[in-house]
Nanobody, 125 residues
Framework: EVQFVESGGGLVQAGGSVKLSCVVS????????????IGWFRQAPGKGREGVSC????????YYADSVKGRFTISSDNAKNTVYLQMNSLKPEDTAVYHC??????????????WGQGTQVTVSS
């Protein structure tokens, strides 16, 4: 089963930057990260899970929630099986647990098959 190791979260002041990493493993035989879509989602206490960003590896398409456009950038190093989320100009409302997730067919706009445990990002005022 696809598994994730997420890191990079922590406490940061408003206006600061954090870079999250998601190392992906456990692909089905014959498949690599190149075949998947990897998304970043976040969930704050009392809030539902929100899609933040996604990269579709087969065609390179990227997607961003309106709330993070211009501030966050998703990227990958497929040789290292790693997806990144660079988060700049952070706001207190960005505080959440950030999860990476995989869509096995490479579609950012379809249901996700696997979910990581998440890494906490806390943005202080």
């Amino acid at each position: 089963e696809v598994q994730f190791v997420e890191s990079g979260g922590g406490l940061v002041q408003a206006g600061g930057s954090v870079k999250l990493s998601c190392v992906v493993s456990g692909f089905a035989s014959g498949f690599t990260l190149d075949d998947y879509a990897i998304g970043w989602f976040r969930q704050a206490p009392g809030k539902g899970r929100e899609g933040v960003s996604c990269i579709s590896m087969p065609d390179g398409s990227t997607y961003y929630a309106d709330s993070v456009k211009g501030r966050f950038t998703i990227s990958s190093d497929n040789a290292k099986n790693t997806v990144y989320l660079q988060m700049n100009s952070l706001k207190p409302e960005d505080t959440a647990v950030y999860h990476c997730a995989a869509q096995a067919a490479g579609w950012c706009t379809r249901g996700y098959d696997y979910w990581g445990q998440g890494t906490q990002v806390t943005v202080s005022s």
